[in-house]
């Protein structure tokens, strides 16, 4: 057992500051659990988010001596603990108070994505048929758990604040999980380029780095997407070809 | 008075998981008007952990397979005492549930042909668990959040109820606090909804998270109705042990679904040497036998660490009590005896591939947390409090509780799993009986008139709510929730007796006492103590409910094991429910009230299954 100083930003959207906490570590501790330790004996108004303690629901983002990440999944023997760890809300979010921010624009960002519409049904039962292969695409980007991580490192929201014009990687994820499932035959091409924004995305990867599922936002789910942009929007010929030969979809991912 | 907002619906839900959201989506189609209250974000309910499947016929691996079976087989993991026409609607209904839900844009693993895959779970027949790896959960809740969303439901998210409202006999609205701020928030409604999950907060070690508080249990016994199976309280046998931060984290039952084998200290295999008499039949004779099992081979029988959760969690107790546990009071769990004789007979064959596709949550959970890579080595693994069974009575078809208005549906509704649940089945029940009461509720609310809020009541609530702060004592909330999770382990746990829990209800008083001077600083704006300590009515509640109903059954059935009856009693009790409710005089009352008797049709479906005899209790 060790004693480890956590420097905890306290405080609400009008005035913050840093209070230092001691907690006693204890094997394979994470930072959640020192949090609630702290909680528990110190602090009990000290706000933050959790649920699952798993990495399962993307609960208790924060930025761990400035790294975005979730808490009950940084372990403390992975930290230098010679200097106070210090705990931070994501900073691309309003701040509500503590470790808890306002999220609430990512939930409307959602609602304006055009949903899942699939194709009518392959079989009699209402079912259809899917390969495995073709599953494991939307599969990857399906196992997102909207942490919102990535949203949080992403520049274009975080410095530039471009969050009326940008829908920033988290969205790119499920826009893409919709586009290449293999049923869907929705379009939001157009919607990508105009209103979400795709063209901001200068392919960074600070996304892919953050992402705690290890989805591979960035050339797995966004540069596909910028590619039927173009496709779509600045090369007519292929277009043409891509309409009259075969479904607009689907292929150009092979 | 208390100041609030107010915001009215026809059928308001509480508890936006897998239940609460497909209650709301039914209803809302219906045409009524909806309004979802959650105490955490939207998508992040429990409902977001479920690992291994959801439980329906489909018959996509095995075309044995079909509602008779699975009823079948509900109702013998329930040891019986299941209210059988959820168990059949369930049964029946939970395909067309599945398949919806490939049409509002849900994944599922798939089959060679192209169909949605279906993996082994304990106690079901055939293989029967639809799923996406192992983050099934995720899937269920991301799809109906996805869906709902577009459906006009309105959503208010970090709000908890801490009162239902009543106008006359009939329910007509909920009061809540918002978490940022402390706001009230009066719900007005002709209907509502509960879906607010389980209980396992009360227990020290469980792998649910901290909105498990038996909220709608206690929201809905304090307005009035009544809870039924409060002493069956699944103990999953599978639970991580080490380190202690993550001691109770489940471990999916999908791991020994894909060939895990469970081994104590001295290396024996112990499972195949305490086979239930009623499952030998459909019980491997030999490892073999068991991994055949596993790869789909339709002759073979499945393994013995696919009973049932109730009696693999008491072998391992056992087992950790004789001192044959493992470093750290579990026992070992581990996937290289079948990579060895798979690898044996399959050239190809890449175990650390294999497993990471097949259990891709559960590798990252060890590696993470566990510091250890279950490819290659043994995970430590025990039990851990994973579901109530027990929760409101409702009527099976429409699920509306006896009062007027009042629906519950998900884990804090009762009856479908009897003294035990199988994996995969809450899922399963989420989606047909979360539909059912959507569907109901909005009829309700269609046939009804407007309902009047007394405005008493909610000032009532509130002061009762607010009165903390006011406090001056050092009774911590905090404290006084460990107190109980330390004491409802110890004596209402696994296995029980009764001077143990006698003395647990001693405990309760003394708690609920020390609950009534609960003191919380700070503010209202999201202040952790300050919930806790509103917690704590719920949490004493419900398990009071479980202590009592647990010493008024005298024997040993599912989830409850009893040490000074440890069998079964199916003259006293084979045949009937506990059922609680609160009495005029505010104290908790218990009854046994007798089951209905099964309709032929589905007693041949249960004897179908058992060898062509009838179970006792149903004689
Ligand atoms: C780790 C784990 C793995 C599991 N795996 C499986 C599996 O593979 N297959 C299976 O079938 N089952 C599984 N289960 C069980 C299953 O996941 C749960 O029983 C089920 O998800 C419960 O769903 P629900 O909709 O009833 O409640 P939940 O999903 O828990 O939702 C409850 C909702 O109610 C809200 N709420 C609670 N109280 C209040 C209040 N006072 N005011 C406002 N809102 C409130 C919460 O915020 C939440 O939104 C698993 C459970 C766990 C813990
Ligand atoms: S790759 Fe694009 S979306 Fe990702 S962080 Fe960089 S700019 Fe943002
Ligand atoms: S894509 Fe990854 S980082 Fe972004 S919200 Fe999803 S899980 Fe979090
Ligand atoms: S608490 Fe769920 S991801 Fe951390």
Redesign the interface.
């Known amino acids: 057992m060790a004693t480890v100083t956590f420097r905890v930003s306290r405080g ?1 959207a009008t005035k913050t500051e840093f209070k230092d906490y001691t907690a006693e570590t ?5 930072v959640l ?1 020192a949090l609630h330790q702290i ?2 004996t110190q602090a ?16 208790c983002s924060a930025e761990i001596n400035g790294v975005p990440k979730l808490m009950c ?1 940084t ?1 403390l023997d992975d930290l230098p603990t010679d200097a106070p760890i210090i705990v931070e809300p994501m900073q691309a979010f309003p701040k ?3 470790l ?1 921010t306002d ?2 624009w990512n ?1 409307e960002v ?2 304006k994505i055009k ?2 519409k ?1 194709r009518k ?1 392959d079989n009699a ?8 292969e073709d ?1 494991d695409r ?2 990857e980007f ?2 997102c ?2 942490c919102f991580l990535c949203q949080d490192v992403c520049h274009v929201l975080r410095d530039h604040h471009k969050h009326d014009e940008f829908i920033g990687p988290r969205f790119f994820v499920y826009t893409a999980a ?1 586009e290449m ?1 293999p049923l ?1 035959t929705e379009d939001r091409i157009s919607d990508l380029k105009n209103r979400d924004g795709i063209g901001y995305c200068n392919i960074t990867k600070c996304c892919t780095k953050v992402c705690p599922e290890h989805i591979t936002i960035t050339d797995n789910a966004i540069i596909p997407l910028k590619e039927r942009v173009v496709d779509e929007f600045y090369d007519p010929v292929l277009k043409l070809i891509q309409l009259v030969f075969r479904p607009r979809k689907k292929e150009s991912e092979a | 008075m208390a100041d609030y907002q107010t915001h009215e619906h026809d059928v308001i839900v509480i508890g936006a998981g897998g239940a609460g959201l497909r209650a709301a989506i039914e209803a809302s189609a219906s045409g009524v008007s909806v309004g979802l209250v959650c105490k ?7 409902t ?2 479920a690992e291994g499947g959801i439980a329906a016929a489909l018959a996509n691996v095995d075309d044995r397979d079909n509602w008779k079976v699975h009823f079948a087989d509900t109702m013998r993991g329930g040891q019986y005492v299941n209210n059988w026409r959820m168990a059949q609607l369930h049964a029946q209904e939970a395909p067309a549930r599945v ?1 919806e839900l ?4 849900a ?4 089959t ?5 895959l279906q993996r082994n779970f304990g106690g079901h027949k055939y293989p029967r668990l639809a799923h ?2 192992d ?1 099934t959960g ?2 269920l809740i ?1 799809t109906l959040q ?2 709902g ?2 459906q006009g439901i309105s ?1 208010y ?1 970090e709000r908890t109820v801490v009162r239902l409202l009543k106008d006359g006999d009939r329910i007509s609205g909920a009061l809540a606090y918002d978490r ?1 701020r402390g706001r009230w928030t009066v719900f007005k409604a002709k209907a509502i909804i509960l879906a607010t999950g389980g209980i396992g907060k009360a227990y020290k070690i469980t792998s649910n ?3 498990y508080t038996g909220d709608g249990h206690t929201l809905a016994y304090d307005v009035g109705a009544e809870l039924i199976d409060m002493e069956f309280v699944q103990f999953h046998p599978t639970g991580m042990v ?5 001691r109770g ?2 471990v999916t039952e999908g791991v020994r679904g894909e060939g895990g084998v469970l081994r104590n200290k001295e290396g024996k295999r112990f499972m195949f040497g305490d086979i239930p008499e009623n499952y030998k039949p459909q019980t491997a004779a030999d490892e073999e036998e068991g991994f055949r099992y596993v790869l789909g081979d339709k002759e073979a029988r499945r393994p013995p660490e696919l009973l049932t959760r109730d009696h693999v969690a008491r072998c391992i107790v056992r087992e950790v009590k004789e001192g044959r546990g493992s470093p750290h009071g579990g026992v070992f769990l581990e996937l290289q005896t079948f990579a060895e004789w798979f690898g044996k007979k399959s050239k190809g064959f890449n175990a650390a591939e294999h497993w990471k596709k097949k259990l891709p ?1 559960m590798y ?2 060890f590696k ?4 250890l890579d279950l490819t290659k080595e043994s995970m430590e693994v025990g039990p851990t409090t994973h579901y109530m069974m027990g929760g409101v009575r409702v009527d099976s078809d429409s699920q509306m509780s006896r009062i007027p208005g009042l629906f519950a549906c998900g884990e804090c509704a009762a009856g479908i799993n009897g003294a035990n649940r199988l994996g995969g089945n809450s899922l399963s029940d989420l989606l047909v009986l979360g539909k059912r009461a959507g569907e109901y509720a909005a009829q309700y609310a269609k046939a009804n008139p407007a309902t009047t809020i007394h405005t008493e009541q909610v000032d009532s609530a509130a002061k009762w709510a607010l009165a903390p702060f006011d406090r001056t004592s050092d009774e ?4 006084i929730q ?1 107190d109980l999770q330390d004491m409802m382990q110890d004596l209402v746990g696994i296995v029980r007796k009764e001077d143990e829990m006698q003395r647990a209800l001693e405990g309760l008083e003394k708690l609920k006492a020390r609950a009534a001077k609960v003191q ?4 209202r ?6 919930h ?1 300590a509103l917690d704590l009515h719920n949490l004493l509640t419900v398990s009071e409910g479980i202590t009592i109903g647990a010493i008024l059954r005298k024997e040993s059935r599912g989830a409850q094991f009893r040490d000074d009856y440890p069998k079964k009693d199916n003259a006293k009790f084979g045949k009937v429910n506990s059922i609680i409710a609160k009495g005029p005089d505010g104290k908790m009352q218990i009854r046994l009230e007798e089951i209905p008797a099964m309709p032929q049709e589905l007693k041949d479906a249960v004897m179908a299954e058992a060898g062509g005899v009838l179970p006792d209790e149903l004689k």
Not at chain 1, 44 to 59: I, V
């Open positions: 609400d204890g094997e394979g501790m994470v659990d909680q528990a009990p108004d000290l706000a933050c988010r959790w649920n699952c303690k798993a990495g399962k629901c993307g609960s999944m372990r509500v108070k503590d808890v999220v609430s939930y959602k609602k949903k899942f699939p049904p039962d209402g079912t259809w048929k899917m390969m495995q599953a939307p599969q399906r196992k758990i909207e919709l499932n869907d | 955490s974000l939207l998508g992040k309910a429990h977001v952990m398949r490939e049409a509002w844009g994944v599922f693993d798939r060679p042909d192209g169909k949605i996406v790896g983050r995720l899937e991301r996805d869906h969303i577009h959503v998210m940022e998270s901290w909105e080490w380190p202690p931060s993550v984290i489940l949550s990252h959970q993470e947390l566990g510091g911590n909330p905090f404290k460990a919380v600083t700070g503010n704006e999201y202040n952790p103590g300050w806790t």
